[in-house]
């Protein structure tokens, strides 16, 4: 589960830091020397040749931010916030702890420095007063966001709902047990209170994990075409809401990559399909345009490669479901 996560910056110095190492992004070849040859390889493969944007606080009396950054985690929510706004979110990709690097990038002040690292993508500007936010989360309207402190689960969730700072990139590790948990959690009558799609993000974010693990870009598995991974979807062959627990369950075989660019919307509405594991239109009589057309010509006949002897069933019942509509 994404947790949210306070960043008051205030200060002058913060100010500074944020201008030198968020709004400015920092070259990755600059930091090599203080990295673990692990840690360059993690973050090229997230960043490449863009610089890193990165943000660092100090440990705190008695460790006390040290211990709020400790329960930080990939694809949590930063959010910056000063004069009474929050004035940008930000992703979490990943965090190190380390006081050289820390020195580097933002020096240090009567001995201490910035050193609990965490690095950034997805920096949006925002312009939320923070009374707006104190209501949400019940608390008294004029409370300035003061200390660096990583909200609990289920203020996160209310936060990044009603805010919709949720990141389409980076999703939370979910193990298999918990993915189990949440499928037989589900009862027949889901709704859509912030509990359920609290809940269906980690589903999402467990399937998009196993489809994407760590890759930036893959294939979608109708048209074949590469696409950054926020343009894909963990689509289901058969439709999630008709599945048995045991179909959602076999996570393996029951969904695939399907691009944005049309392609999960033209299976999820059933006038594509997937036959003898060949790319078909199966649904002609719906009102296709021109350009629809010559956009379906050009997926059609194509090979399917998450067709096979696991997912078979899956794709007949797409066909049969939608076939009897015509
Ligand atoms: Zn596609």
Request: net charge positive.
């Amino acid at each position: 589960m994404s947790k949210v996560i306070l960043q008051p910056t205030g200060n002058a110095i913060a100010k500074l830091n944020y201008q030198t190492s968020v709004l400015n992004t920092v070259e990755l070849n600059l930091l090599k020397q203080y990295l673990s040859q692990k840690e360059v390889t993690y973050l090229e493969n997230i960043y490449g040749n863009y610089g890193v944007t990165v943000w660092g606080v100090t440990v705190g009396v008695n460790n006390r931010n040290k211990k709020q950054w400790e329960r930080i985690n990939e694809g949590d929510i930063a959010l910056f916030a000063g004069k009474n706004k929050i004035f940008s979110s930000a992703t979490i990709t990943y965090k190190l702890h380390n006081k050289q690097l820390a020195i580097e990038l933002w020096g240090c002040k009567e001995g201490v420095t910035w050193e609990c690292i965490y690095f950034l993508d997805e920096i949006k500007h925002h312009n939320i007063r923070t009374q707006d936010f104190n209501h949400l989360l019940g608390y008294a309207l004029d409370n300035p966001i003061r200390g660096f402190r990583v909200l609990d689960e289920e203020k996160s969730l209310k936060v990044l709902e009603y805010f919709n700072f949720n990141s389409n990139k980076y999703f939370p590790q979910i193990s298999e047990d918990e993915y189990e948990e949440i499928i037989k959690q589900y009862t027949s009558a889901e709704s859509l209170d912030t509990k359920s799609n609290g809940k269906s993000r980690r589903e999402q974010a467990f399937l998009r994990r196993f489809l994407f693990g760590n890759k930036k870009g893959e294939c979608c598995g109708i048209c074949g075409n590469e696409y950054p991974v926020e343009f894909l979807v963990a689509a289901h062959i058969k439709k999630r809401a008709e599945c048995t627990k045991e179909e959602k369950l076999d996570y393996k075989n029951i969904v695939m990559p399907m691009c944005s660019f049309g392609c999960d919307s033209l299976f999820e509405k059933g006038i594509i399909s997937v036959t003898n594991g060949i790319v078909q239109l199966i649904n002609n009589e719906k009102s296709l345009t021109l350009s629809m057309k010559n956009s379906i010509s050009k997926i059609e006949g194509r090979n399917c490669e998450y067709w096979g002897a696991n997912t078979i069933k899956y794709f007949e019942w797409h066909q049969k479901h939608h076939g009897k509509q015509t």
